[in-house]
């Protein structure tokens, strides 16, 4: 087999039912995203079933356009309502939905569209180019290294938290403590179980996301005044998607930037694409000159975690390809499915089954073209959902935050644990609170755990020495040291003024109604 054979085996295989059975995958995977409620991971397992008696390409390949599309879906509902479908768009709703507020909707989505379609385009190339060299790099990282990732994580979101620094800390060590519910990863004994078996497995991650970012938003809507509601995108049509690609070359730097960051994360066991939006986004309010303008719907603020997070796709499917090691959730629900099919993922499928190799390259290079075509003109039709009335889109979403809930494990008592964090997240939003370090403090604390109490284990009680050593002798240990300090002292150097609540929720001043793009690009000279 030839050097460039890897990339064109792939095409005798995928015949116009594969690429049917693909864009069939990626349009219900925009569906499912943009589903209050409905993740990507989600999204997958519910498809998963359905490709039992499929021929193995047709089955991943279609799984593939779920996940590609699953992954952007989470996008429409974070700029439309502030409620993002998927985890990894958190990120996306604090300037895409203050956008869509100022009647700009159709360009936060097409913004965040052209960023996704670009990272996921960019992660397969750096797939089918790098992925030995990543999978090697991934495979190299231990305990220590994978700690100071998770570590580097926490400290991100304290900064670009709305709010004080204190305030975001507060919140991620709230989380903290949520993912310590459960077994003990290493002794298996209970803990603050509180004699319920149904926290011994810790508390849903689905569960608490929805509830903190979706029922809790439904609790504000029913308090506000008619008034109020009915303010904003939903007395606009989301027209104009296709100008975003006017701002493409202006923001090229955030998005190239990003989409690395993406695939770098994604390609780290355990990562996802959560931690690369919240990283990409804290990376970009880091070196931008408008980082201030961030939260009030700056486009750099959609572009930066829509880029990453669907990066994360390909540098996730490099450990599984190359190692056999899911890179996130979905890719661990892929895994299934490609064992279903007969298909051992690992290195040896690059020699026993070159040709399914080359056909994932293409597929999901094919997967974003096709998030492109359907989500930049299926943009206005997704969003004449939002106009009906209020009252009853608030109960609908009600209802789909209950059964999305209950049908991750058809447990009534998630379904319960949602809506304690849907109180929960209304109070903290009342006490100007961040939620979103919550939710990432618990997907990152047992990876945290489980890999510091190894490393102490492997220590033999020499903590200072083996930490020396290891920062001495890898390189990656330093890297992760020096970043995490480095976010950790900027908001203090650099007396960072944060965004209190009110001001990306609208406050009446005239920088909050203004539209922050003006300013950048008049700045820049691009006006």
């Given at each position: 087999?030839?050097?460039?054979d890897?990339?064109?085996?792939?095409?005798?295989i995928?015949?116009?039912?594969?690429?049917?059975?693909?864009?069939?995958?990626?349009?219900?995977g925009?569906?499912?995203?943009?589903l209050?409620?409905?993740t990507a991971i989600?999204?997958?397992?519910?498809?998963v079933?359905?490709?039992?008696?499929m021929p193995?390409i047709?089955?991943?390949?279609m799984l593939?356009?779920v996940?590609c599309?699953?992954?952007?879906g989470?996008?429409?509902s974070?700029?439309?309502?502030?409620?993002?479908?998927t985890?990894?768009?958190i990120?996306?709703?604090?300037?895409?939905?203050?956008?869509?507020?100022?009647g700009?909707?159709g360009?936060?989505?097409?913004?965040?569209t052209?960023?996704?379609?670009?990272?996921?385009?960019?992660?397969?190339?750096?797939?089918?180019?790098?992925s030995?060299?990543l999978?090697?790099?991934?495979?190299?990282?231990?305990?220590?290294?994978?700690?100071?990732?998770?570590?580097f994580?926490i400290s991100?979101?304290?900064y670009?938290?709305?709010?004080?620094?204190?305030k975001g800390?507060?919140a991620?060590?709230?989380?903290?403590?949520l993912?310590t519910?459960g077994?003990?990863?290493n002794?298996?004994?209970?803990?603050?179980a509180?004699?319920s078996?149904?926290l011994l497995?810790g508390?849903d991650?689905v569960s608490?996301?929805?509830?903190?970012?979706?029922?809790?938003?439904m609790f504000?809507?029913?308090e506000?005044?008619?008034a109020?509601?009915?303010?904003?995108f939903?007395?606009?049509k989301v027209?104009k998607?296709w100008?975003a690609?006017?701002y493409?070359?202006?923001?090229?730097a955030v998005?190239?930037?990003?989409?690395?960051v993406?695939?770098?994360?994604?390609?780290?066991p355990g990562?996802?694409g959560?931690?690369?939006?919240?990283?990409?986004?804290g990376?970009?309010?880091r070196v931008?000159?408008?980082g201030?303008?961030?939260g009030?719907?700056a486009?750099?603020g959609i572009?930066?975690?829509?880029a990453?997070?669907?990066?994360?796709?390909?540098g996730?499917m490099?450990?599984?390809?190359?190692?056999?090691i899911?890179?996130?959730?979905?890719?661990a629900?892929l895994i299934g499915a490609?064992?279903?099919h007969?298909?051992v993922?690992?290195?040896?499928m690059?020699?026993?089954n070159?040709?399914?190799?080359s056909?994932?390259?293409?597929?999901?290079f094919?997967?974003?073209i096709f998030?492109?075509?359907i989500g930049?003109?299926?943009?206005?039709?997704?969003?004449r959902?939002l106009k009906?009335?209020?009252?009853?889109?608030n109960?609908?979403i009600?209802?789909l935050?209950?059964i999305?809930?209950?049908a991750?494990?058809?447990?009534l008592?998630?379904t319960?644990?949602m809506?304690?964090f849907?109180?929960v997240?209304y109070?903290?939003?009342k006490a100007?609170?961040p939620?979103?370090?919550?939710?990432l403090?618990l997907v990152?604390?047992?990876?945290m755990?489980?890999?510091?109490r190894?490393?102490a284990?492997?220590?033999?009680?020499n903590?200072?020495?083996e930490?020396?050593n290891s920062?001495?002798?890898n390189?990656v240990?330093?890297?992760?040291?020096?970043?995490t300090?480095?976010?950790?002292?900027a908001?203090?150097v650099?007396?960072?003024k944060?965004?209190s609540?009110?001001?990306i929720n609208?406050?009446?001043?005239e920088?909050?109604?203004?539209?922050?793009n003006?300013i950048i690009?008049?700045e820049?000279g691009e006006?």
């Open positions: 087999m030839g050097s460039f890897l990339y064109f085996l792939g095409w005798q995928i015949d116009f039912p594969v690429l049917l059975m693909l864009g069939l995958g990626t349009l219900l925009i569906i499912i995203g943009a209050p409620g409905l989600m999204a997958v397992s519910i498809i079933p359905l490709t039992y008696k193995p047709v089955s991943i390949l593939l356009g996940y599309g699953g992954n952007y989470g996008s429409i974070a700029c439309l309502i502030n409620i993002p479908g985890p990894s768009a990120m996306t709703g604090l300037d895409g939905h203050p956008l869509s507020r100022k700009k909707a360009l936060a989505i097409g913004m965040a052209v960023a996704s379609v670009v990272g996921g385009i960019i992660s397969v190339f750096v797939l089918a180019a790098f030995p060299v999978a090697n790099l991934a495979l190299k990282f231990k305990s220590l290294e994978i700690f100071g990732v998770a570590l994580g991100v979101i304290a670009v938290s709305p709010g004080s620094t204190l800390i507060m991620g060590l709230f989380g903290l403590l993912a519910i077994f003990d990863p002794t298996g004994a209970a803990r603050f509180f004699g078996t149904n497995g508390v991650f608490v996301m929805i509830g903190l970012f979706g029922m809790s938003e504000a809507n029913i506000k005044t008619k109020e509601r009915d303010i904003g939903l007395q606009d027209t998607t100008d690609f006017k493409v070359r202006k923001l090229k998005i190239l930037r990003s989409s690395f993406g695939v770098i994360i994604g390609a780290i990562a996802g959560t931690i690369a939006a919240i990283a990409a986004y990376l970009q309010k931008s000159r408008h201030h303008l961030m009030k719907g486009l750099e572009a930066a975690p829509e990453s997070n669907n990066a994360c796709t390909g996730a490099t450990p599984l390809l190359a190692l056999g899911p890179g996130d959730a979905v890719t629900v490609f064992i279903i007969g298909i993922p690992g290195p040896m690059y020699t026993s070159p040709e399914m190799v056909a994932i390259f293409i597929g999901m094919l997967a974003n998030i492109l075509v930049m003109p299926g943009a206005k039709y997704i969003s959902l009906i009335p209020s009252q009853i889109l109960g609908l009600i209802a935050c209950i999305g809930t209950f991750v494990k058809n447990s008592f998630d319960g644990v809506l304690v849907g109180v997240g109070l903290m939003s100007k609170i939620k979103a370090p919550v939710v403090a990152l604390g047992p990876l755990e489980e890999n510091i190894r490393w284990n492997l220590a033999e009680g903590y200072w020495s930490f020396i920062v001495i002798t390189p240990t330093l890297t992760m040291v020096i970043a300090l480095v976010v950790l002292i908001p203090i650099t007396k960072k944060h965004l609540e009110d001001d609208f406050s009446s001043d920088t909050a109604s203004a539209d922050p003006e690009f008049a820049k006006r």
